[in-house]
T-cell receptor, first 116, second 116 residues
Framework: EAQVTQNPRYLITVTGKKLTVTCSQN?????MSWYRQDPGLGLRQIYY???????DKGDVPEGYKVSRKEKRNFPLILESPSPNQTSLYFC???????????????FGPGTRLTVT | DQQVKQNSPSLSVQEGRISILNCDYT??????FLWYKKYPAEGPTFLIS?????DKNEDGRFTVFLNKSAKHLSLHIVPSQPGDSAVYFC???????????????FGAGTQVVVTP
């Protein structure tokens, strides 16, 4: 089954304790992206990656890191989480434009993060 | 600075009638627009898209209209069904840019409730 998986689905942590949210896709997509969803703000892009070892900032990259060492995985790293990073996070993947519709993004189920 | 705006946070419509969702954007460089649908506890799913070279795109019960001069697009759902009850996000990108096509801007979303 074609899917994007995220782990963990729920996480409660404390300020300053480093954490990683994993994202993996099994569709051989080159493009992957991270978003956060907040009430009244919709989805905001954190980082995206058009290919292995290629990452770019979205609209709200501050406080986040990503890496793309292999095509299927795109982890989101919070080196020192703060309460304003409490949010619902989504990972997504899609083909590149020359392989298909790049905007038919497949989203993961979401990770609910609470930072106290 | 939100460049994609959905000014109606909610919409209630009777089953069988038309749902019209609106979206405005401020960046004239946007040339590709999309709608995503999201159910609670799930990731968004791609619904329909439109390129700026078109003013209309239809897919079954869903039609997206683009008015470039007004920087406005709308999604029509006809007829509305109870299963259409979800949050709908409008998104935009500069697809023609080889460097930044992967950067997506989303609106805040519109909650649609279809009543029997």
């Amino acid at each position: 089954e074609a899917q994007v998986t995220q782990n963990p689905r729920y996480l409660i942590t404390v300020t300053g304790k480093k954490l990683t949210v994993t994202c993996s896709q099994n569709m051989n997509h080159e493009y992957m992206s991270w978003y956060r969803q907040d009430p009244g703000l919709g989805l905001r892009q954190i980082y995206y990656s058009m290919n292995v070892e290629v990452t770019d900032k979205g609209d709200v990259p501050e406080g986040y890191k990503v890496s793309r060492k292999e095509k299927r995985n795109f982890p989101l790293i919070l080196e020192s989480p703060s309460p304003n990073q409490t949010s619902l996070y989504f990972c997504a993947s899609s083909p590149n434009p020359w392989d298909g519709d790049p905007y038919e993004q497949y989203f993961g189920p979401g990770t609910r993060l609470t930072v106290t | 600075d939100q460049q994609v705006k959905q000014n109606s946070p909610s919409l209630s419509v009777q089953e069988g009638r038309i749902s019209i969702l609106n979206c405005d954007y401020t960046n004239s460089m946007f040339d590709y627009f999309l709608w995503y649908k999201k159910y609670p506890a799930e990731g968004p799913t791609f619904l329909i898209s439109i390129s700026s070279i078109k003013d209309k795109n239809e897919d079954g019960r869903f039609t997206v209209f683009l008015n470039k001069s007004a920087k406005h697009l709308s999604l029509h759902i006809v007829p509305s069904q109870p299963g259409d009850s979800a949050v709908y996000f409008c998104a935009a990108s500069t697809f023609s840019s080889t460097d930044s096509w992967g950067k997506l801007q989303f609106g805040a979303g519109t909650q649609v409730v279809v009543t029997p």
